[in-house]
């Protein structure tokens, strides 16, 4: 009884200190943001690749069209999109942390060499980026996995907000800075340059002080190691054999799961369109010179980077409060997305000759659509604890689909730059885009844990036990409950 009870004193105490589960998350956090900034340096890049007198003159330009701008810009995904699956299985049966490094290291690699091949058109510049989405797209496998295996329950919530805004902090600096390295006497190659450089040193520094599990780590306490697992609910290393088997039946029929899918596709279409399309509008409409356009274009990233920490907060504390999951999570979206549509619209009314408004506007559209992040982003470890590894690459494939489509949408909607109603347009359908995928997760969305999580969901029950079979497989409400009654299952 006295040992127990000193186990139980020695977690709490580990709990409530910094240790190697906060560097871990710390790691994660730089690791994504790195891999948004090799994502993103190209939508300011290809603007004075395009337009030498808007940067350093001293260097190349290329005769693209606003077609074939699209093209590369959304080239990345072509090759993201197929390592989904592949990478979600070797994260688990392999090495998360070493396909991450590995991964990240050669997306930097060819990012890296971006200027040379450039110079001898438009396709190798194509293959170098689907080159670079294939190396990245172990990206939310591993770090899935890897948040799974180092961050207690108890601790999701704050460090897996931390992991999620960095997409949106990498974004901001990297916008922010590419216009400045373009305008340089460095020219625009510097851009490629610095991005895939700092992608290579985070590669190095990861596979040294990373680890695929805490007992791995060679300067992990035993306390913390310990308070890890026993909040996890589970062993170190739990063998394939112990793991439940997957219901795809009841995974690929379930309504809420794809309330929540089209609801993200419509989010994720509206964010690429806009990460991507910026820039460039920002050149030709606005008439922003390539030294103010990444740092304008980077201010609508900044504002939905900060918002998503009182966002997180509130949503917090509402669920604190009694109300609903469902509820949070419908009213988070609707913030995420209903927000940003009816900002786009009135940008669309506003004049260009006002460079202030339509920026603000931007700014709220952008930044308003932080609100995703505290609902349909998370919205599928609520319906599956169990089966998040199955369920993220599913949605995290068709997602990426939309992120091929959204900047190529834009290359046949506007065919000349200067063209305002072109672009009025791609910003209408985006917002008809959010009106609509909204409007289906406020139908059919739920945040319940759904029958199927359980592991012996597909075991028939017996006529004479419907009802507490039913019971059993209901009654899960909540995420910290799941992982109570499932103590031998990792999330």
């Known amino acids: 009884m006295e040992s127990a009870t000193k186990n139980l004193d020695s977690d709490a105490d580990v709990s409530k200190q910094m240790g190697w589960r906060h560097v871990q998350a710390l790691l994660l956090f730089s690791g994504m943001a790195t891999a948004y900034a090799l994502r993103v340096c190209m939508s300011v890049a290809i603007v004075a690749m395009r337009s030498k007198e808007s940067a350093n003159p001293d260097f190349p330009e290329y005769d693209w069209d606003q077609q074939t701008s699209s093209l590369i810009l959304s080239s990345f995904y072509w090759g993201y999109v197929f390592t989904q699956f592949p990478s979600g299985y070797l994260a688990r049966t392999w090495s998360a942390k070493k396909l991450l490094g590995f991964g990240i290291f050669t997306c930097s690699a060819f990012n890296v060499i971006t200027p040379f091949v450039s110079e001898y058109g438009h396709v190798p510049v194509i293959i170098s980026r689907v080159a670079m989405g294939l190396s990245q797209g172990c990206l939310i496998p591993c770090v899935h996995t890897l948040m799974s295996r180092w961050v207690p329950p108890t601790e999701r919530a704050r460090l897996g907000s931390l992991v999620s805004n960095a997409t949106q902090f990498g974004t901001l600096i990297t916008l922010a800075i590419s216009g400045v390295l373009a305008a340089s006497r460095f020219g625009w190659p510097s851009i490629f340059y610095a991005v ?39 062993l170190d290393k739990i063998a394939d054999a112990e793991k439940p088997k997957i219901p795809w039946k009841a ?34 409409v606005l008439n922003f010179d390539i030294s103010q356009n990444g740092g304008i274009s980077a201010l609508p990233y900044l504002a939905m980077w900060l918002m998503g920490f009182p966002i997180s907060y509130l949503a917090d ?96 909607i506007v065919t000349e730059e200067h063209n305002v109603d072109q672009w009025h347009i791609v910003f209408y359908v985006t917002a008809a885009v959010y009106f609509v995928t909204n409007l289906i997760f406020l139908i059919f969305g739920q945040a319940e844990v759904q029958p199927w999580n359980d592991p012996n969901y597909q075991s028939k029950p017996t006529l004479e036990e419907p009802k507490t079979f039913i019971k059993e497989n209901v009654r899960q409400n909540s995420y910290t409950e799941s992982l109570e009654r499932r103590k031998n299952i990792l999330p």
């Not at 520094?205 to 909040?231: C, K, M, Q, R, V």
């Not at 690929?252 to 910026?278: E, M, R």
């Not at 089966?387 to 290359?411: D, E, K, Q, R, W």
Request: with cysteine; net charge negative.
């Open 196 to 234: 895939g450089t700092s992608g290579i040193l985070w590669s190095i520094l990861f596979l040294y002080a990373g680890a695929d599990y805490p007992s791995e780590h060679p300067s992990i306490s035993h306390e913390e190691a310990e308070y890890i697992n026993t909040s996890l609910g589970s």
């Open 251 to 284: 995974i690929l029929t379930s309504l809420p799961l794809w309330a929540n899918i089209i609801s993200n596709s419509g989010n994720i279409y509206g964010f690429y369109t806009l990460l991507t399309q910026l820039p460039t509008y920002m050149k030709y």
């Open 317 to 412: 504390y509402a669920l604190a409060k009694g109300v609903s999951c469902a509820c949070v999570r419908k009213v988070c979206s609707t913030i995420g997305l209903w927000i940003p549509a009816v900002a786009l619209v009135v940008f669309c009314l506003v004049p260009t000759t006002d460079k202030v408004v339509p920026i603000a506007i931007l700014v709220v559209a952008v930044g308003f659509n932080s609100g995703v992040s505290c609902s349909t982003q998370i919205n599928h470890i609520d319906l599956s604890p169990n089966f998040t590894s199955t369920v993220a690459p599913i949605a995290s494939t068709i997602h990426n689909v939309i992120g091929i489509l959204a900047p190529y949408i834009c290359g046949i």
